[in-house]
């Protein structure tokens, strides 16, 4: 599967993003799918997994951060709120056909990423 995230950009602290990323394929709604960030000098980390209605948040994220999916038009979305400058990074959405995963070596495809950043 290919993957191809959009909708980043620049906001004010407290704004709202929402983060696309369309796949190709017929399988889509098989596919684990996952939001992962990666800030300068640091490792990537986990935002929101999503499988069928199941989702999962890192902390730093839940109750701000929403993931859904819409398998018809093979595309997983991640709606950002209460953005704060600590959000800044590149996102990126990811792709696994195993169970819920955190991790980044759960995932077996991945987009090219979209730039967020949040100024204060």
Do not use: H
């Not at 950009?9 to 889509?28: E, H, K, N, P, Y």
């Not at 996102?91 to 987009?111: H, N």
């Not at 990423?113 to 100024?119: E, F, K, N, P």
Request: proline share 2%; aromatic share 12%; glycine share 10%.
């Amino acid at each position: 599967v290919q993957l191809q995230a959009s909708g980043g950009g620049l906001v004010q602290a407290g704004g709202s993003l929402r983060l696309s990323c369309a796949a190709s394929g017929r399988t889509f709604s098989r596919y684990v799918m996952g939001w992962f960030r990666q800030a300068p000098g640091k490792e990537r980390e986990f935002v929101a997994v999503i499988r069928s209605i199941s989702t999962y948040y890192a902390d730093s994220v839940k109750d701000r951060f929403t993931i859904s999916r819409d398998n018809a038009k093979s595309t997983v979305y991640l709606e950002m709120n209460s953005l704060k400058p600590e959000d800044t990074a590149v996102y990126y959405c990811a792709a696994s056909l195993s169970g819920l995963d955190y991790r980044v070596t759960g995932y077996d495809y991945w987009g090219q990423g979209t730039q967020v950043t949040v100024s204060s």
